[in-house]
């Protein structure tokens, strides 16, 4: 049985280690705020391309781009999202286990060596250079600050690729955030651009709470449909009557392009806020646990100095009986 000395020793470094986690997670909750801000702001952009793009595809069925034709793959590329730092529970180690299934997918038909990794984030490119596949740079600067020019740049430079004929498919392995307490690990064609399929993509996202229980999550999504049942009751069709120039083909080879961008972009921001999810959940339990050991440790502790107690005065009474 440990001395009251060394229980005194567990205790106060537990309590240290609480307060750690405990301040970690404070710190992961406002960057979460903030990153569901910008998932926000990006929300009213992506809604209305979105809307013009179903107008156009009712009105235009058979338009086409080369950006939305199939073709034999003989060389892919994967964009891959993790973060740069650790303690996030299973964040990034179930999106190197997939970006690795992946790969190995396309091992067996095209070979290791025709797959690109455009890893963002330090610890996928670290995973990635380990395992000595064809890395196409190095983007960890932009899983801690969100750019969407950089964003834009990183698509541009897979659209012409592909429309070279150097990539024939570009997927993107990230997290989908829903909720504080929900990220869902996605695997996603970037290139060909299905866009009937892109637009009937699950959109829903809880960007109010940051509190990750259970029963709140339960609260927070009732309450939600019941807004959102309210909100279209309310909110007016809008108007569909575009006046496309100079014809549907041109104005749909820019559209899609944007497209695109706005794909990448959006799971940049996803990969983002799970992140902090991820790390704020992973603290929240790491503290609750610290708790649970604390409570153990002090009833251990206080078991062990009763009986020290009790020693001592068994051994006052019993030299009093003596003499």
Do not use: W
């Not at 650790?86 to 990034?92: A, D, E, K, R, V």
């Not at 829903?204 to 990750?212: C, F, G, H, K, M």
């Not at 019941?226 to 496309?244: A, G, H, S």
């Amino acid at each position: 049985m440990p001395s009251l000395k060394e229980i005194k020793g567990r205790i106060a470094s537990v309590n240290s280690t609480r307060k750690i986690t405990s301040a970690m997670k404070m710190v992961a909750s406002s960057k979460l705020h903030h990153a569901q801000v910008a998932i926000q702001n990006m929300l009213p952009y992506e809604t209305m391309l979105e809307h013009i793009l179903k107008s156009f595809l009712a009105a235009e069925a058979e338009a086409q781009t080369i950006y939305d034709k199939l073709r034999p793959v003989k060389r892919a590329a994967l964009v891959v999202f993790t973060s740069n730092s650790s303690l996030c529970g299973g964040f990034n180690a179930n999106t190197i286990k997939l970006m690795t299934h992946v790969v190995d997918e396309y091992a067996q038909t095209i070979g290791r060596d025709n797959v690109e990794v455009y890893p963002i984030g330090r610890k996928v490119y670290e995973k990635a250079q380990k395992m000595g596949l064809n890395v196409q740079g190095e983007f960890s600067a932009l899983a801690d600050k969100p750019n969407v020019q950089q964003c834009i740049e990183i698509a541009m430079e897979l659209g012409e690729k592909f429309a070279e004929g150097q990539i024939d498919k570009v997927e993107l392995i990230y997290h989908h955030f829903k909720s504080a307490g929900s990220q869902v690990l996605t695997r996603k064609t970037f290139l060909p651009i299905d866009i009937e399929e892109e637009l009937k993509a699950d959109h829903e996202r809880d960007l109010t709470s940051v509190i990750a229980t259970k029963e709140s999550q339960e609260y927070l999504k009732k309450r939600g449909e019941r807004q959102t049942e309210r909100k279209q009751e309310e909110v007016k069709p809008l108007n569909d009557n575009f006046i496309v120039e100079p014809d549907m083909d041109t104005v749909l080879s820019q559209l899609i392009p944007k497209l695109a961008h706005l794909m990448l972009y959006t799971a940049l921001l996803d990969s983002n806020a799970s992140e902090h999810a991820a790390r704020m959940v992973a603290m929240q339990t790491a503290t609750d646990n610290a708790d649970e050991l604390l409570r153990e440790l002090n009833l251990q502790y206080n078991k062990s100095r009763q009986q020290a107690i009790t020693n001592e005065l068994l051994d006052i009474v019993g030299g009093s009986v003596n003499n």
